[in-house]
């Protein structure tokens, strides 16, 4: 789980930013709190909602965790440029590095992972892990007054045997100024590093707005409790839909391009490639097991005026339905998986009603499970205190230097049964737009 996320001079970031998950002392929704283990120091919340008006920085917000996501996993290749933004409305910084850190919880270890990079090179990297009340380090990565980088390693990482100490020299020497100790070291099997890796890599799952959350195609195809959740979720909804299938299409594997035949020929058992167009069609491909390659397309079933089942494309619902199906599979997916969804836009397309629908489900489905969901949205009718706590609630606002800053609204002395929405759209807590005199429009 993610417990807190820093940043600074990344974008529109200028001073060091934190969006916190650990949970204030408001006793408001304690079924919201997840305890990490026994006896931990902290709460955590189970999700956060960010505000601000259009520009201020919530997508930026998203696209930064992202892009450490992306260095962390992926890596560089030699001599391919960090692709980090600094803050370019002061002349000052723009020559400054830029600063990311993560606290998160995994495997019953808490882990502080950070790193300091330019667009050359990693400057400074850390990672400390708390395996019960004491901080331990596990390695540290600093610059010299020479310009010297170099890995120093906690007695916690340092191996016993002196063959793999100098292994592990071996690694931090042999890691290229531009890629981060942490990837070099897993990719090299160093498993005391592999949890955090993996957080990174399999539970922190950013989903931009328009980007769907999972082809859901194989998914449909494969598994019957799958439709069943989609299926009743959709005609809760309201969307007309009673159900879903897929339908399959079997081509001649000489009938492709020679480009989509060497990429099918590539797929690992269970990969597909996904397709999707403009006005909406989507479909999967895959090879079957006689070597076929297979497209299958979702379809969704309505009843006619006789309660006879008429099919229609994915790419004939609207763009509504389209996402409400895109991100469901977040919710069938509770029960099974841990994971911290981060969501820009969550309510894009969706009515205000679908949007309340989705985070009640979350959180009502969730429960006991250690799963997280922040989200970026403009959707008002979610700051409701009966719906969310006030440290859930957190609002992005720019200055008047154009750097954007993060608050919450555990920040403001409110009463228990303030009307939240209204106070934001007044003004009160900040984070809107200020529309200046129209009449300079000429209107």
Known sequence: MLLQFSLANHLC??????????????????GHLLMPRPAYKHKVLRTAALYGANAHGKTKLIEAIEFAQ???????KLEQPIQVKPFRLNPELLQQPSRFEFVIFFEGVEYTYGFVVNRKQV?????????????????????KPDGEVVVEFGASLKPKKAKDKQYLDFVARGTQENQLFLTEAVNRKTDKLKPVYTWFSKILTVISADRPFQPIERRAHKEESFIQFMGDFLNLAGTGISGISTEEERIDLNDVSKDLREELENLKEGQTLSFSSSDGDSFVMYLNADNDPIILRLKTHHEDSHGMLVNFDFSEESSGTQRLMQILPMLADLEQRHKVYIIDELDRKLHPFLSKLFVQSFLEKGKNIHSQLVFSTHETHLLDQALLRRDEIWFVEKDQHGASHLYSLADFKIRPDLKVEKGYLQGRFGAIPFIGDTTILGW
Do not use: C, M
């Open 123 to 143: 400057l400074e990297e850390w990672l400390f892990a708390r395996p019960k009340t004491q901080e331990v380090r596990y390695f540290e990565r600093i610059s």
């Open 13 to 30: 970031f200028a001073e060091e930013q934190t969006l916190s998950l650990v949970a204030s002392k408001e006793d408001k929704h304690p």
């Open 70 to 76: 992306d260095l962390i996993v992926n890596g560089r």
